[in-house]
């Protein structure tokens, strides 16, 4: 299983171009489920072999880097494949009955081939070892993104998909003229050998506006504080299906983009130390987590109060990383796992009362609790995790998060962080208690719940508990990534 | 049997309970008996673990290790198995009482009732038997859930509201300090193991470690030290059953628990004897029990003035804890088996009340002892308990707290103790005697009023039993609580 690097990336791309062929929708569900199969598999089976070696590197066409182009996967892309390819199973189990509903038949072909174009970019994005790549396959997911948003019912989604489009194309291109800075001013687009390259050259303005290019742009894709416009109207609107797979996967990407620049190719000491980007790291990420929260509160759609509550939880993981301590990157790393195990679980129920109700409004949850039992606790341990009760893997990163803070010693900064999980029980415990104990509304639906969802559903839940009670995997990857980043670097 | 299996059987009966009451929801017989049978078992387990047990050798149950080298563990030591034995015993006395209570009230959802109450327990046992912080707040976590369906059992807006109350201010608490101090201790000293003699001494600065101690008792919102006890008085709407044993007993005895075990096993005595803000604490502690005391005095309807009497001697147990004297942990630990016998009393009393004459103000009760004359004597005796007079169980904890405050110098407090077992006599005793003195409103009055349902009145002459012989046999539970600074 050499080619399993390429492998990972192809098959989703191929299996695009055979879904459009083959033109049938039951075909098509198909073939993403056993797409998404393959490509978890095949990151387990890497994530095994990175136990024995550090990296593994992929030559394509057997041109060695810099002049051809490489793949290249350590711990760190190991963590984000298994995050991508673990979500894109569970959504694809989901998304039969889900997609049948919401999506216009003649749409579902083209729904199908535009999930599996953005897991490809996703994955690509992740394993690359190209920085022009890296804006390659962003594109291509970013355009597939587009097109699935389009695709919720309601014509808001168009809109939302329209300003997505702006925002995400000015990301993007903001990040290729970054990586243009870092060639014209080295000769090379190959990451690690851009990484011993711009040291040279660093102590010059080309290379400060560089970072700050791919910084923002990134800071754009990952709907950093105040760059997140675009997020609440893509969650809000988008199909259920989508918008869980956008929630677990896509702004992490773009906080992996961020990592995999900052820390692996400008390094530890120009970013933090040349540029003092940790202290706007710690400032955007408290100022998201607060106002994100606050905005939660306030929201009486579900799925735009969860959007935001994203926004929040991406001001989680920024502020870990501003921490610029070993600590403070493992609590990142933790925390975009756990967080995609939270929404994933958090959108999936959500997207069952869609399902039945057609809506997502905080009020037609009334007394859902009763008729709706397994989807309503999936979503309380989902609720629980995302507040960070012990037990959950919320729990775990919060930890890690706390412990790193007072490394840090910013016990200010702990204390409000924790403060702000109370804002987190707030916005949960709305639904909680109009799921709950509000009487159910008249005129009860009576569409039966598909099992497929709530198996894919109850995955994600029973996910949660189960890293929070043994955090052996997420912590065991955590730590190599963070030590292997950490030695890049050094 | 050995130890380990002792530990789950304590923690899987409740938990049992809970799906066999699931199960049989269709035959209240069934569910009931089947309530009651959990909860002797469970004491016959507890009573087999004290009288096995030997604290010489302490066995740990290793549960889980969510993180690298903390692991969710049990161990047994003198202050859990107190708890244990109280809310063990109590426990089946209550099911008891809440049969009689339910029935006779007509009360909705018994069947959710009954499995949050068990799971509940499940919850207060995995607290007393934690070997480690993280153990401690997983299961402090889980009994704040597991009660909210109980405060909000009637599902009236008020309800809600308290629900609301309830959880925010025990959640905010926990989350925001308790949560932080624990990984503090964590980040300060590598462990959160409950160590003999403390962990934290020498770790840091002591100004630091005053902080820490302030973020650990305010964090415990279950101790419903002032400002944080508003969730208490709140916590009332719920059925009486739950008030006696979970916001008299179990929540709030976990709440002074923690904030015990804390003292004695992670700061150790000598080192909270050496901060100034256990000094400041033990006077905040003072203040909360005056002035509960005072504005208990100016409650009418029955259980707010018991549930502000629960605050107030709640900063008993604080201010015994706060002292750093050994004294202190002796008497902050007999009070927490002391009060649990006589506060579930007055409640059951309370409860009986409502039940048998659907009366909830002290002012209407004048010459109610004639029609319930058990219930009054029972609520009489629970009252003088409370204030520490002998023949009565009450009256060691006062004895040794008097004592320990003395051991401390610090006549405010000797002061403020004295003062407010004035005030408890007032408030308390004033209800009896309005029940067998007073002329009532009417001539009618007692017309048709009886004794409480039987199974009600069982409950209430053990747990009133429990106080006298607390008084008699205090040699065991002194002999256990000697143990604890071994």
């Known amino acids: 299983m050499t080619h399993l690097p390429v492998l990972i990336v192809v098959a989703p791309l191929l299996a695009a171009a055979l879904i459009v062929l083959l033109n049938n929708r039951k075909v098509a569900w198909l073939i993403t489920l056993l797409t998404s199969l393959f490509c978890f598999y095949a990151s387990v089976s890497m994530l095994e072999i990175l136990q024995e070696v550090d990296v593994i590197s992929y030559t394509l066409g057997g041109w060695k880097a810099p002049f051809g182009i490489e793949l290249r996967i350590d711990a760190l892309s190991a963590l984000m494949l298994l995050i991508l390819t673990g979500s894109a199973l569970l959504v694809s189990i989901y998304a039969l009955k889900s997609v049948e509903k919401e999506i216009p038949d003649k749409n579902q072909v083209l729904f199908y081939t535009a999930l599996l174009m953005v897991l490809a970019g996703l994955i690509g994005i992740s394993i690359t070892g190209d920085a022009f790549n890296v804006f390659v396959f962003l594109e291509i997911s970013s355009l597939s993104t587009y097109a699935l948003i389009s695709l919720g019912r309601d014509r808001r989604a168009l809109h939302a998909s329209y300003q997505y489009l702006m925002m995400g194309t000015i990301g993007a291109t903001f990040i290729l003229i970054g990586i243009g800075f870092m060639y014209v001013m080295t000769g090379t687009l190959n990451i690690q050998d851009l990484s011993q390259r711009l040291p040279a050259v660093a102590d010059t303005n080309a290379i400060r506006a560089a970072f700050a290019f791919i910084t923002i742009g990134a800071g754009i894709k990952a709907a950093m504080l105040p760059l997140h416009q675009w997020l609440p109207n893509a969650y809000t609107y988008s199909p259920s299906v989508v918008s869980t797979f956008l929630a677990a996967t896509a702004t992490k990407v773009a906080v992996y983009v961020m990592i995999r620049f900052e820390l692996s190719l400008f390094g530890i000491e120009f970013s933090f130390l040349q540029i003092p980007f940790d202290k706007i790291l710690v400032i955007l990420g408290t100022i998201g987590i607060l106002g994100g929260s606050i905005y939660a509160v306030y929201q009486n759609n579900v799925k735009r109060m969860l959007a935001y509550s994203s926004i929040a939880q991406i001001g989680y993981i920024l502020l870990a990383i501003g921490l610029a301590s070993q600590a403070g990157f493992t609590a990142a790393l933790l925390h975009i796992f756990n967080h995609a195990l939270i929404k994933g679980t958090l959108f999936m129920a959500l997207g069952i009362v869609f399902f039945r109700f057609a809506s997502a409004e905080l009020s037609i949850m009334a007394g859902i609790g009763k008729t709706m039992p397994l989807t309503m606790a999936a979503f309380t341990i989902g609720g629980l995790s995302l507040i960070g009760i012990p037990g959950t893997a919320g729990f775990v990163s919060k930890w890690y998060l706390v412990t790193a803070l007072l490394d840090a010693s910013l016990w200010p900064l702990a204390l409000l962080i924790l403060v702000a999980s109370v804002l987190t029980l707030i916005y949960v415990g709305r639904v909680i208690e109009v799921a709950y104990f509000r009487p159910t509304l008249k005129g009860e639906s009576q569409l039966k719940v598909p099992k497929t969802m709530l198996i894919a559903l109850w995955i994600f839940a029973l996910s949660n508990i189960y890293f929070g009670l043994n955090s052996d995997i997420s912590m065991g990857v955590s730590t190599l990534a963070v030590n292997q980043l950490i030695g890049v670097a050094s | 049997m050995s130890i380990e299996l002792l530990y789950i059987l304590i923690l899987t009966i409740p938990l049992l309970t809970a799906l066999g009451v699931l199960l049989c929801h269709q035959n209240p017989n069934a569910r009931e008996s089947l309530t009651l049978l959990g909860g002797i078992f469970l004491f016959f387990v507890v009573a087999k673990l004290a009288l096995s047990y030997d604290f010489e050798q302490t066995v740990t149950l290793t549960l889980l290790e969510p993180f690298p080298g903390l692991s969710l563990a049990l161990r047994l030591e003198p202050l859990g198995l107190i708890f244990t034995l109280v809310a063990g015993f109590l426990w089946p006395v209550t099911s008891l009482y809440a049969i009689g ?386």
């Open chain 2, 101 to 486: 209570y339910m029935r006779a009230h007509h009360e909705k959802n018994q069947t959710r009732f009954y499995i949050a109450f068990a799971i509940s327990i499940f919850a207060t046992m995995a607290i007393a038997l934690s070997a480690n912080l993280l153990t401690l707040f997983l299961a402090y976590e889980m009994l704040t859930l597991f009660t909210l369906p109980l405060v909000t059992h009637a599902g009236t807006d008020a309800a809600r509201r308290a629900g609301w109350t309830y959880l925010g201010i025990l959640m905010t608490t926990s989350i925001g300090f308790l949560l932080l101090a624990i990984i503090w201790t964590w980040s300060l000293t590598g462990t959160l193991e409950f160590t003999p003699g403390g962990i934290l001494a020498g770790k840091a600065e002591l100004a630091t470690l005053g902080g820490l101690l302030l973020l650990f008792v305010f964090g415990t919102g279950k101790a419903a030290l002032m400002p944080f006890h508003r969730w208490l008085p709140a916590a009332m709407v719920a059925p009486t059953p739950v008030s006696a044993l979970l916001h008299a007993v179990a929540v709030v005895k976990a709440g002074v628990f923690t904030i015990m075990k804390v003292s004695v096993y992670i700061f150790g005595i000598d080192l909270i004897g050496s901060l100034d803000s256990a000094y400041w604490l033990s006077l905040l502690a003072g203040f909360t029990i005056v002035s509960a005391s005072i504005i208990a005095m100016s409650k009418d309807n029955l259980k707010a003035r018991l549930a502000y009497s629960t605050i107030s001697q709640l900063s008993y147990i604080i201010l015994a804890a706060m002292l750093g004297v050994a004294t202190g942990v002796f008497a902050g630990s007999l009070h927490i088996a002391m009060h649990a016998f006589a506060k579930i009393t007055l409640f059951f009393c309370a409860g009986a009340i409502l039940v048998s004459a659907h009366k909830t103000c002290v002012s209407e009760l004048n010459g109610i002892g004639r029609a319930m004359p058990f219930t009054m004597l029972a609520f009489l005796l629970a009252s003088l308990s409370i204030v520490g007079l002998p023949p009565l169980g009450g009256s060691w904890s006062k004895w040794l707290l008097l004592q320990a405050t003395m051991d401390a110098h610090s006549t405010v407090l000797l002061i403020v103790l004295l003062f407010s077992s004035l005030l408890n006599l007032f408030y308390l005793v004033e209800i009896p005697i309005r029940g067998f003195f007073a002329t009532p409103a009417d001539l009618n009055y007692n017309n048709g009023i009886k004794e409480a349902p039987k199974f009600s009145l069982i409950a209430i002459l053990i747990t009133t039993a429990g106080c006298l012989v607390l008084f008699f046999l205090v040699n065991p539970a002194w002999n256990l609580v000697e143990q604890i600074l071994r």
